[in-house]
């Protein structure tokens, strides 16, 4: 039997693994590594898994799976590259635009110096944490501006370093497309905008495939070294737009997420 | 001679960043400083012909990134100011190299109070992202570790020795003696460069394949064992303590220059 670890941090491992587990301790030995209760010792490490799987981006997470790449041959899911990148949305949104992906055109302002753009969206630079989008949306004279409440906490108020706000320019679309890679498989589905309808389960249902969505998401993928994300794309005049990279997505809401994410992670795990 | 625009993306205007203007100033290119205040992160920046990446503050890589994207040359190259700024990164870079590091822990407070053996102690806690002494403390016992909302700490077990601060500008190492965890700035006692120091400094450098053209490395000789211990890179010192041959100032503006016409006519 194949021995699958898992990295994870309390709040996923509280809500969304559940089904993921149950099935995967059907097909394969699971440890887990809690980040709350592991203590990472570069020294002192010994693993006979065949892959491990990370549930979580925390910065200790980050560190065991760099420190199980540089230590072994065992497969990381995913890398702490394609992680690492996932989480900083400044970063990311540099790579994909160098890679030709379509993404809004995006800044770094400090504080006090405003976006150029028409309608924009202040997004959180560091996507590391477990909490959920809160949009506050203001309509001035014709602009739309919209700040994620996350971006407005993350800037540190006493430290003048990170005084800063990543804006994405604003693409009204009538959808928002999500889109799940998971190894070589891509899963579609489409919802109205979260801005529109909050509760995006609501209106989520399964579409056919987009070959054009198909080939941005691999190309996101192969260019963040990651193996398993959902992507959000938007549509304007015919044009996608990638808006967000996520390398933990919350496979329970594909129809048999858990299943596939599983036989995925034991097809490549290492024999 | 070309009349280059040059940028500069660093946390002050004076210090290194100042002199290094006035240096390239007199060599009669223009050069405009970024920083904090009026850096924004745009394509308002590529009127410039390159960059000069004094600091490894998160915003400034986040622009030498940026930049280096849009086919601007940066100097230091971001990814590898990038790799000294991340503990994590710079710790497994220097084990792939074959360089000793410290032992490190991370985990929780709790997880380190719980688990962490009394007889291990001192360790040294430093930020993850970070460089030189800020936010670094010796942490003697349990007591001692205190983080916010049971956050991640990074500790390094604590090498008892000699501590050196070694620069290096191209060719040229100059190597001082420091007091333990102090920052670049105090005073320190220039010695011969032992021989297994400068091996050691090479071996860094040639990891980069001519691409670390200046920078420093905070090393402890362990007293026990005489074992070189590679505690924190830099890869843009101030360069305050250099008390060897020629102006490290005068040397980085040339270095830089020619780095750029070599990259350039590649």
Redesign the interface.
């Known amino acids: 039997m194949k021995k699958v670890g898992i990295i994870i941090d309390k709040y996923h491992l509280k809500y969304k693994v559940t089904e993921f587990l149950k099935y995967l301790r059907s097909k394969a030995d699971v440890s887990l590594y809690i980040e709350e209760e592991f203590l990472l010792n570069d020294k002192k490490l010994d693993f006979d898994e065949n892959i491990f799987f990370l549930k979580a981006k925390g910065d200790l997470v980050l560190a065991l799976a760099k420190l199980i790449e540089e230590e072994t041959s065992i497969p990381v899911i995913n890398s702490y590259k394609g992680s690492w990148l996932a989480i900083n949305r400044f970063l990311n949104s540099v790579y994909l635009q160098k890679a030709g992906i379509p993404i809004p055109d995006f800044s770094l302002n400090p504080i006090g110096i405003p976006s150029t753009y028409h309608d924009y969206i202040i997004k959180n630079i560091i996507d590391q944490k477990n909490y959920k989008f809160i949009p506050i949306v203001h309509k001035e004279n014709g602009q739309l501006k919209v700040a994620d409440q996350r971006a407005l906490d993350e800037v540190d108020k006493t430290d003048p370093r990170y005084n800063y706000l990543y804006y994405q320019k604003f693409i009204k679309s009538k959808f928002e497309y999500k889109i799940y890679g998971i190894g070589e498989e891509v899963y579609f589905s489409k919802q109205l905008p979260i801005l529109v309808n909050p509760n995006k389960m609501e209106t989520r249902k399964e579409i056919e495939e987009i070959p054009e969505l198909k080939e941005y998401c691999y190309k996101a993928m192969e260019v963040m070294n990651l193996e398993l994300a959902s992507l959000d794309f938007l549509k304007s005049k015919d044009q996608f737009y990638l808006t967000d990279i996520n390398c933990t997505p919350n496979f329970n809401y594909l129809k048999n997420g858990h299943q596939i994410v599983a036989n995925f992670l034991l097809k490549r795990a290492k024999t | 001679m070309e009349n280059l625009n040059i940028g500069i993306l660093s946390k002050r205007k004076t210090m290194m960043a100042g002199k290094l203007k006035s240096c390239l100033k007199n060599k009669g290119f223009n050069i405009s400083i970024y920083t ?7 394509e308002t920046l590529l009127n410039h012909d390159f960059y000069i990446l004094k600091s490894k ?3 400034f890589l ?2 030498g ?2 930049l280096e ?1 849009k086919n601007k040359v940066v100097i230091p190259k971001p990814q590898i100011s990038f790799i000294q700024k991340n503990r ?2 710079s ?2 870079l220097m ?2 190299i074959g360089l000793l590091t410290p ?6 407070q ?3 109070k719980n ?2 053996d009394p007889n291990e102690y001192p360790f040294i806690l430093k930020p ?1 992202m970070g460089s030189g002494s800020k936010g670094v403390k010796v942490i003697n016992s349990h007591e001692e570790i205190n983080s916010e909302n ?3 700490t ?1 500790l390094e077990k604590y090498i008892q020795g000699i501590h050196y601060n070694v620069y290096f500008i191209d060719e040229k190492i100059c190597t001082l003696i420091k007091p333990p965890l102090a920052n670049e700035h105090v005073d320190m006692k220039k010695i011969e460069t032992p021989n297994d120091v400068k091996e050691l400094i090479f071996k860094w450098k040639g990891y980069f394949k001519g691409n670390l053209l200046f920078g420093h490395l905070d090393i402890v000789r362990e007293e026990s064992s005489g074992n070189l211990y590679v505690v924190d890179p830099g890869s843009f010192p101030e360069f305050t303590n250099w008390k060897c041959d020629s102006s490290p100032v005068e040397s980085i503006c040339n270095l830089i220059i020619d780095n750029y016409r070599k990259t350039k006519d590649n």
């Open positions: 904090l205040e009026n850096l924004v992160i745009n503050s998160l915003f986040y622009a990134f940026f994207a994590i990164q710790h497994f084990r792939r032992e490190i822990y991370l985990g929780t709790e997880t380190l688990q962490l993850i049971n956050a991640i990074y």
